[in-house]
């Protein structure tokens, strides 16, 4: 069984920053692209950003600039430095990583249960 734990989030005034980390565990044998996501009520999920396995990078437009992710595959766990953050960031983050375990023939995607940011102006 795997597991994703977010840590990280809480409540920032406009302008400050937060740091978002995601740790997975359980019979892991690979990890391939891991991720953050965010929603709120307003809207549907929506990728914030995205990390190859060979840190190749991907981010939503409105996040460029601001928000950095980066993993260590050592730890298996993905960051997301969020940085210049807005009263529009505030939403729940979740953690994505598509994880092929010890048992399963391809790889499978995993969600964490999510961390709240809120951000006040």
């Known amino acids: 069984q795997v597991q994703l734990v977010e840590s990280g989030g809480g409540l920032v005034q406009a302008g400050g920053s937060l740091r978002l980390s995601c740790a997975a565990s359980g019979t892991i044998f690979s990890i391939k692209a891991m991720g953050w996501y965010r929603q709120n009520p307003e809207k549907q999920r929506e990728l914030v950003a995205t990390i190859s396995s060979v840190g190749i990078t991907k981010y939503a437009d409105s996040v460029k600039g601001r928000f950095t992710i980066s993993r260590d595959n050592a730890k298996n766990t993905v960051y997301l430095q969020m940085n210049s953050l807005k009263p529009e960031d505030t939403a729940v983050y979740y953690c994505?990583?598509?994880?092929?375990?010890?048992?399963?023939?391809?790889?499978?995607?995993?969600w964490g249960q999510g961390t709240q940011v809120t951000v006040s102006s």
């Open positions: 994505n990583a598509n994880i092929q375990t010890s048992r399963s023939l391809f790889p499978v995607d995993y």
